[in-house]
């Protein structure tokens, strides 16, 4: 069964750093591999996805993100992060055929100004 | 299009009492799931169906609940009796075959005191 983890609870960055949140996977095939952001009271939105090709994705809001699958990694990383990233970021997985993702517990970033 | 639709948003209600949280999908798209949230839990798969049919129900906390999609554009959760310990917020999502993402709804936020 497939399953993801996201090792950290909590990411802390000054505005205009670069930001990581990391998330590793684990699959019985090719994975297909997504991030979500949430912020405050509202539901999980889209912003990058990972199905094959290229291992570097961009996607929304200057987001990108790197698959890695020697270390089976799918880190989630913008260069300058902003106040307005804060929120919580999901990764999240699905093995092959159209089952459900498999959601990581959530990554709370907080940007400080 | 205007996104996945729930309503209500907020819910309050005593407990015992009967609960329904409604759901339409994007149009066109085939598959609605239907997750909770929680702080202790984080984001939980209730139950899935593809072309108004139910898939996978396993996510299902206990007979209290129950859902029905009757056609492509209405799904319902329900609980029936409501107990404290579902309160959370309950998210509806759905994707099409072959798109792999799934899109979500705001969410509903039960209370059940």
């Known amino acids: 069964a497939q399953s993801v983890a996201q090792p950290e609870d909590q990411v802390n960055v000054a505005e205009g750093n670069p930001l990581t949140v990391k998330c590793t996977y684990s699959?019985?095939?090719?994975?297909?591999l997504f991030w979500y952001v949430q912020y405050p009271n509202r539901g999980l939105q889209f912003l990058l996805k990972y199905i094959t090709g290229d291992n570097l994705v961009k996607g929304s809001y200057g987001f990108e993100a790197e698959f890695n699958k020697s270390q089976t990694s799918f880190h989630l990383k913008k260069p300058s992060a902003l106040v307005s990233d804060s929120a919580l970021y999901f990764c999240a997985v699905r093995d092959v055929g159209n089952t459900p993702l498999v959601f990581g517990k959530g990554t709370r970033l907080s940007v400080i100004a | 299009d205007a996104g996945v639709i729930q309503s209500p948003r907020h819910e309050v209600t005593e407990m015992g009492q009967e609960v329904t949280l409604r759901c339409k999908p994007i149009s066109g798209h085939d598959y609605l799931f239907w997750y909770r949230q929680t702080m202790m839990r984080g984001l939980e798969l209730l139950i899935y169906?593809?072309?108004?049919?139910?898939?996978?129900d396993s996510g299902m906390p206990e007979d209290r609940f129950s859902a029905k999609m009757p056609n492509a554009s209405f799904s319902t959760l329900k609980i029936q009796p409501s107990e404290p310990r579902d309160s959370a917020v309950y998210f509806c999502a759905s994707s099409l075959l072959g798109a792999h993402e799934q899109y979500f709804g705001p969410g509903t936020r039960l209370t059940v005191t």
């Open positions: 169906f593809n072309n108004n049919v139910p898939i996978d």
């Open positions: 699959v019985s095939g090719n994975p297909y």
